[in-house]
């Protein structure tokens, strides 16, 4: 059965970097494309990025542009999702999601990230 | 960006009874449009995609229904694990996706 299982919990203080990781079991990884959301405390989704994992193509939200990068390493059938220059605001879970056309029916459990002085 | 309205906010019934949940689009996006359950701290979960088709697994209770702006799903009788939230998303033009502010169904 498709499996996306994300790396643990991470403790950043502003103005650092981190790399949250979304292995992939179950199924042909370079076949479907591949969102990250996150979720703030008490908030919304919020849709983040995209990737092609066959191609390496990505897609950004505004939002984020320029501050998060999406890659992928086929052989590990694993994709990350970096987001740097982090600030209070990008407290939240991250979570991988594979697509079906824009729809996704298979989530990993979330990487909780905590930005704190 | 096409924005995604949800309402009630917090909609608070008893088992058993029918709940009906909204989401407006600001713009036409044809039946684009998916609705989540989230539990408290688990990932959110496919209930209904292409606006009224069910996701695999998800009984037969949850249906969804609507086309261009307006869009409802319903849970027909409520059973004690549907007390959760609700979020529509939307891709008929992505990027972006887009996430309504979600509905919490509450045990009255």
């Known amino acids: 059965q498709v499996q996306l299982v994300q790396s643990g919990a991470e403790v950043k203080k502003p103005g650092a970097s981190v790399k949250v990781s979304c292995k992939a079991s179950g199924y042909t990884f370079t076949n479907y494309g591949m969102h990250w959301v996150r979720q703030a405390p008490g908030q919304r989704l919020e849709w983040m990025a995209w990737i092609n994992p066959g191609n390496g193509d990505t897609k950004y939200a505004q939002t984020f542009q320029g501050r998060v990068m999406i890659t992928r390493d086929t052989s590990a059938s694993t994709a990350y999702m970096e987001l740097n220059s982090l600030r209070s605001e990008d407290t939240a879970v991250y979570y991988c999601?594979?697509?079906?056309?824009?729809?996704?029916?298979?989530w990993g459990q979330g990487a909780p990230v905590t930005v704190s002085s | 960006e096409i924005v995604l309205t949800q309402s009630p906010a917090t909609l608070s019934l008893s088992p058993g009874e029918r709940a009906t949940l909204s989401c407006r689009a600001s713009?036409?996006?044809?039946?684009?449009l998916a609705w989540y359950q989230q539990r408290p701290g688990q990932a959110p979960r496919l209930l209904i995609y292409?606006?009224?088709n069910r996701a695999t697994g998800i009984p037969a209770r949850f249906s969804g229904s609507g086309s261009g702006t307006d869009f409802t799903l319903t849970i027909s009788s409520l059973e004690p694990e549907d007390f959760a939230v609700y979020y529509c998303q939307q891709r008929h033009s992505w990027p972006p996706i887009t996430f309504g502010q979600g509905t919490r169904l509450e045990i009255k």
């Open positions: 999601a594979r697509d079906l056309a824009g729809i996704t029916p298979h």
């Open positions: 292409n606006a009224s």
């Open positions: 713009q036409s996006i044809s039946v684009y």
